[in-house]
C-alpha cells in the first residue's frame, strides 16, 4: 500500500491554458473523490467516482473542468481556459466501499499566472 | 444541507499545555464525523473518526473527540500539545459512500 499519489505536485500555467492532473488512489479502493482547496478554507467537494461512474458533481465544477476515471482506477482531472481564479490546491482521495474513511493524496497545486 | 462551522481561525497555545479545537456541524441524519490534520504543502491526514457508538473517539498521536448530538458539535482535544503539533486541523463531516463537507480549519501554533 503506497498510498494515494498525485502528479504533478506542483503546476504554473499561464491564463487560458489547459491543464490536466493525474490521481493514482490505493489499488484496492474503489471510491475516487477529487477536491479543491484554496488558501484560508477547507477543501471543497468537486466530484466523486464509483469504480470508472462518476456520480456527484458538485456545481462548483464549471463546464471548464472534467474528471475521468476510464478504467476504474486512475483518474484525471482536466481544466481547459484556466483562469487567475482556478489557483488552488487540488486534493484526490480515495476509500473503499462500506468504509467511509477517505484517504488523501498530497495534492497538485496550481498557480494561474 | 450539511456544513462544518470552526469558530476559532487561529489558536495558540503553549507546549505541554491542554488543547481544544470546536467543531459545530449542521447535518440532517446521524453524521459521519473527522478531524484532519494538514502540514504546510502536504495532504491531509486522519486523526479521528466518529460513526457511532462511544462518543468519545480515540486517535492517533494522543488526540481524542467527543461526539455531542444535543450541541451537534464534535471538539477535538489533546491534553498536552508538542511542539510538532503545530498545523492546520480541519473538522468534517459526510453521508455514507459519498462527500465529505469540510470546516475552513483551525490553526494552531506552538509556543515554546
Known amino acids: 500500500d503506497t498510498g494515494v499519489s498525485q502528479n504533478p505536485r506542483h503546476k504554473i500555467t499561464k491564463r487560458g491554458q489547459n491543464v490536466t492532473f493525474r490521481c493514482d488512489p490505493i489499488s484496492e479502493h474503489n471510491r475516487l473523490y477529487w477536491y479543491r482547496q484554496t488558501l484560508g478554507q477547507g477543501p471543497e467537494f468537486l466530484t466523486y467516482f464509483q469504480n470508472e461512474a462518476q456520480l456527484e458533481k458538485s456545481r462548483l465544477l464549471s463546464d471548464r473542468f472534467s474528471a475521468e476515471r476510464p478504467k476504474g482506477s486512475f483518474s484525471t482531472l482536466e481544466i481547459q481556459r484556466t483562469e487567475q481564479g482556478d489557483s488552488a490546491m487540488y486534493l484526490c482521495?480515495?476509500?473503499?466501499?462500506?468504509?467511509?474513511?477517505?484517504?488523501f493524496g498530497p495534492g497538485t497545486r496550481l498557480t494561474v499566472l | 444541507a450539511q456544513s462544518v462551522t470552526q469558530p476559532d481561525i487561529h489558536i495558540t497555545v503553549s507546549e505541554g499545555a491542554s488543547l481544544e479545537l470546536r467543531c459545530n456541524y449542521s447535518?440532517?441524519?446521524?453524521?459521519?464525523l473527522f478531524w484532519y490534520v494538514q502540514s504546510p504543502g502536504q495532504g491531509l491526514q486522519l486523526l479521528l473518526k466518529?460513526?457511532?457508538?462511544?462518543?468519545l473517539v480515540q486517535g492517533i498521536k494522543g488526540f481524542e473527540a467527543e461526539f455531542k448530538r444535543s450541541q451537534s458539535s464534535f471538539n477535538l482535544r489533546k491534553p498536552s500539545v508538542h511542539w510538532s503539533d503545530a498545523a492546520e486541523y480541519f473538522c468534517?463531516?459526510?453521508?455514507?459512500?459519498?462527500?465529505?463537507?469540510f470546516g475552513d480549519g483551525t490553526t494552531l501554533t506552538v509556543k515554546p
Open positions: 482521495a480515495s476509500s473503499s466501499t462500506g468504509n467511509n474513511e477517505q484517504f
Open positions: 447535518y440532517g441524519a446521524t453524521p459521519y
Open positions: 466518529y460513526f457511532s457508538g462511544d462518543t
Open positions: 468534517a463531516v459526510g453521508p455514507n459512500a459519498g462527500k465529505s463537507t
